[in-house]
C-alpha cells in the first residue's frame, strides 16, 4: 500500500474553510484514496473516498490531481464538533488486501 | 446501518492471563481487522482476515493470535498479556473489493497490570 504524509496538526477557527493535504507519491493504479475522522474515545468514521478529480458529499470534498500524488480533504465552513483527527489513507481493500493507517492530522477548531 | 460490536468497552487483566477480545459485525463484511491505538503513535493494524478461517498479519503481530471460525466474528488474543499491552484496540470490518469504506467498533480500553 501507498504511504502517506499529512500533516501532523492544524488549527482553525470556526466558519472558515479547512483543507488537509495529504501526499502519497507511490500510489498504485488500483488505488482509492479515502479519509477517516476521529473523535477521543471512538473509533474511525470514513468520510470520503475516490479515484481522480473531485468527489463531493454531504461532509465533504475530496479534491485529486492528474497525477494522484496528492489529495485534498476540504472541509466547509467548520465547526467546533469538527475538532478530530483525519487520516488519509491510500490502498485497495479487496479479499486480501488491508487498510493502513498513517498518524492522521489533528484539526482543532478554535471559537 | 452497520454495526460492528466490541465485547467490552474497558478491560483490566494481569500480567500473564489469557485475553480474549471479541468482535461481532452484522452485515456480512468479507474483512475484519483489529487495530491497537497509542498515544502519537495513530493506529496500527495487528491482523486481517479477508475470509473465514483465514489470516494475514499487520504491522505488529507479535504477541497477539487471532480466530475467525465464523464470517461475523474476529476474536484478538493476548496469549500471555504484558503491560506493553495496555492500549485502546479497534475492530473493523468492510465488505471488500474495490470498496475502502471500514466501519469500527467503539474500541476496548485494555489496561494490564
Known amino acids: 500500500l501507498a504511504k502517506t504524509t499529512q500533516p501532523i496538526s492544524m488549527d482553525s477557527y470556526e466558519g472558515q474553510e479547512v483543507n488537509i493535504t495529504c501526499s502519497h507519491n507511490?500510489?498504485?493504479?488500483?488505488?482509492?484514496i479515502t479519509w477517516y475522522q476521529q473523535f477521543p474515545s471512538q473509533g474511525p468514521r470514513f468520510i470520503i473516498q475516490g479515484y481522480k478529480t473531485k468527489v463531493t458529499n454531504e461532509v465533504a470534498s475530496l479534491f485529486i490531481p492528474a497525477d494522484r500524488k496528492s489529495s485534498t480533504l476540504s472541509l466547509p465552513r467548520v465547526s467546533l464538533s469538527d475538532t478530530a483527527v483525519y487520516y488519509c489513507?491510500?490502498?485497495?481493500?479487496?479479499?486480501?488486501?488491508?487498510?493502513?493507517f498513517g498518524k492522521g492530522t489533528k484539526l482543532s477548531v478554535k471559537p | 446501518d452497520v454495526k460492528v460490536t466490541q465485547s467490552s468497552r474497558y478491560l483490566v487483566k494481569r500480567t500473564g492471563e489469557k485475553v480474549f477480545l471479541e468482535c461481532v459485525q452484522d452485515?456480512?463484511?468479507?474483512?475484519m481487522f483489529w487495530y491497537r491505538q497509542d498515544p502519537g503513535l495513530g493506529l496500527r493494524l495487528i491482523y486481517f482476515s479477508y475470509d473465514v478461517k483465514m489470516k494475514e498479519k499487520g504491522d505488529i503481530p507479535e504477541g497477539y493470535s487471532v480466530s475467525r471460525e465464523k464470517k461475523e466474528r474476529f476474536s484478538l488474543i493476548l496469549e500471555s498479556a504484558s503491560t506493553n499491552q495496555t492500549s485502546m484496540y479497534l475492530c473493523a470490518s468492510s465488505v471488500g473489493g474495490m470498496n475502502t469504506e471500514a466501519f469500527f467498533g467503539q474500541g476496548t480500553r485494555l489496561t494490564v497490570v
Open positions: 489513507l491510500v490502498g485497495v481493500v479487496g479479499s486480501q488486501g488491508n487498510l493502513i
Open positions: 452485515m456480512d463484511h468479507e474483512n
Open positions: 507511490n500510489i498504485a493504479t488500483n488505488d482509492y
